[in-house]
């Protein structure tokens, strides 16, 4: 493997033509190890001159990848799988060093991408068509799925090894060349998974790693040979993203911010729901899309619930993602830690009860904020609004189911949503009634298999269309349907009329 991956290295570079890149630009960016808060390396930050190049580059590959035989991507993706797998512990030491999480949350991280990999592995049959003979009199017709050319997708901080995973696996298997932008927070895991998907045989140009920020992200959604974008971060640069990109007449898919609810019936096994909410809650230090940020007790078992949570997220170790005992590490950068931090005076100030208050931590070195828990939690509160992406959990108290399911509804996100119940009929109802895009039933975190699509409703997602599954194939793919006809030559002879199906 090549030095520049590594994050002790002063510059991360991009990668362009299976290569590593310094580009053009003179701005970079620090990269930082969360758990201490030194400064590891510094990343480059590409300017609108290096994004032409790198789509240059891409457009120029395209071509060939189109008409690349499935039998042939197909190989070179199982080499790419075999790889990831081969080198899973240093794939999730890059995201630690750089996320901060614990290893063991890093690897199942790239469990799940790779999970992606494996059905884009399949792309033989999901890209098969269909066919029709004898429509009409002598006519056929068929119709097949055709890439769309040079895509990009732009990544968020939390995942950088899975979200990206949700992308590139499925459209470079379908026949497109995908620019990659991760965050600059955590460029190093993008850096390797090029690296090792060009080990596998991807030809040069058809994977590009462009790091960068907003003048990136900028030529990126206007630049005239991008076809599509893909992006998964923040609600308000999510409708950015989309408006932006759909006004330069591309297909986009951008996955906002959640607010994500565990609504706990009385009859549900309340040491089960307990355990949940704390895996759901602060795993990841709560940097997750899915994760559990309202708990919604119905009545009477608030009080006995609170008390079981408490019991558990005090016990909750914190410490570097590296140390073996840790269960939950820092928060991704200082600025991000201390605005989690700041929601706790909001959520006092604003009537709630502060159950646990994490903020003992924030005086030793690295990010680091323990876990935090609100009690008697009121929609109108901050706390309960905003999406507040750290270990922060808020329970709201409501009499009834239908409480319950009206405080979800209402919620202007809808990602993910859990309820925790033995009775079969409630959950059946629930699944009905309640309007978000990812239901779990006694599963905190209900994200998708690969073979399903991940996406929410409202303002968690912005286009038509979530990622991976079947719905990744038919957004990195275009229709066309051909009718063919070859008359018996026994017959000929113009006819004027109008055609019809006899």
Request: charge should be negative; hydrophobic fraction near 40%; aromatic fraction near 8%.
């Amino acid at each position: 493997m090549e030095a520049s991956l590594d994050t002790k290295t002063q510059k991360v570079q991009h990668r362009l033509g299976g290569s590593p890149w310094a580009g053009n630009s003179e701005r970079q960016s620090p990269v930082f190890n969360p758990a201490t808060g030194a400064v590891t390396g510094h990343v480059a930050l590409a300017s609108s001159a290096d994004v032409d190049k790198v789509v240059r580059t891409a457009k120029e590959a395209s071509p060939e990848w189109r008409a690349t035989p499935l039998g042939r991507r197909v190989k070179i993706m199982f080499a790419f799988r075999e790889l990831l797998t081969k080198n899973q512990r240093k794939l999730a030491e890059l995201i630690t060093a750089e996320h901060g999480k614990v290893l063991s949350d890093a690897e199942g991280e790239v469990t799940r991408g790779i999970e992606v990999v494996e059905f884009a592995c399949g792309i033989p049959h999901l890209l098969k068509g269909e066919y029709s003979e004898a429509v009409s009199s002598d006519v056929d017709s068929h119709s097949i799925r055709q890439p769309l050319g040079v895509v990009a997708g732009i990544t968020p901080f939390n995942f950088p090894a899975m979200v990206p995973m949700w992308m590139y696996p499925i459209a470079i298997a379908s026949g497109n060349c995908f620019i990659l932008k991760p965050s600059e927070k955590v460029p190093s895991a993008a850096n390797f998974m090029a690296e090792l998907f060009h080990e596998a045989g991807l030809p040069p140009g058809v994977f590009s790693v462009l790091h960068g920020d907003k003048e990136a992200v900028d030529a990126l959604l206007t630049h005239k040979d991008i076809a599509s974008i893909s992006f998964v971060g923040s609600t308000p640069i999510a409708k950015y993203v989309y408006e932006t990109a759909c006004a330069s007449g591309k297909r986009v898919q951008a996955l906002g911010g959640a607010k994500n609810h565990m609504i706990v019936l009385p009859d549900a096994d309340l040491d089960a729901a307990a355990d949940a909410a704390i895996g759901a809650a602060y795993g990841s230090a709560g940097e997750r899309c899915m994760a559990i940020s309202a708990l919604v007790a119905v009545d009477p078992i608030g009080d006995q619930l609170v008390e079981k949570i408490r019991e558990r997220a005090e016990a909750i170790r914190t410490a570097p993602g590296t140390d073996d005992t840790a269960e939950m590490g820092p928060l991704v950068t200082e600025q991000h830690r201390d605005r989690v931090a700041g929601y706790l005076e909001s959520g006092v100030g604003e009537g709630a009860s502060l159950i646990l208050d994490g903020r003992s931590l924030c005086g030793d070195p690295g990010f680091f904020l323990g876990p935090c828990l609100f009690d008697h939690v009121a929609p109108e509160m901050s706390i309960y609004r905003d999406e507040i992406f750290g270990p922060v959990l808020s329970v709201l108290r409501v009499p009834t189911y239908e409480d319950a399911v009206r405080l979800v509804n209402k919620n202007p996100y809808g990602n993910g949503v859990a309820l925790f119940t033995r009775d079969g009929g409630a959950a059946r109802r629930f699944e009905f009634e309640i309007e978000a895009g990812m239901v779990g039933i006694n599963i905190p975190i209900p994200v998708p298999m690969a073979y399903y699509s991940f996406g929410g409703w409202g303002d968690s997602l912005f286009g038509d269309t979530p990622v991976h599954g079947m719905e990744g194939i038919r957004f990195y793919t275009r229709l066309k349907t051909i009718s063919t006809r070859f008359a018996d030559p026994s017959q000929g002879g113009a006819n004027l009329g109008f055609p019809t199906n006899d």
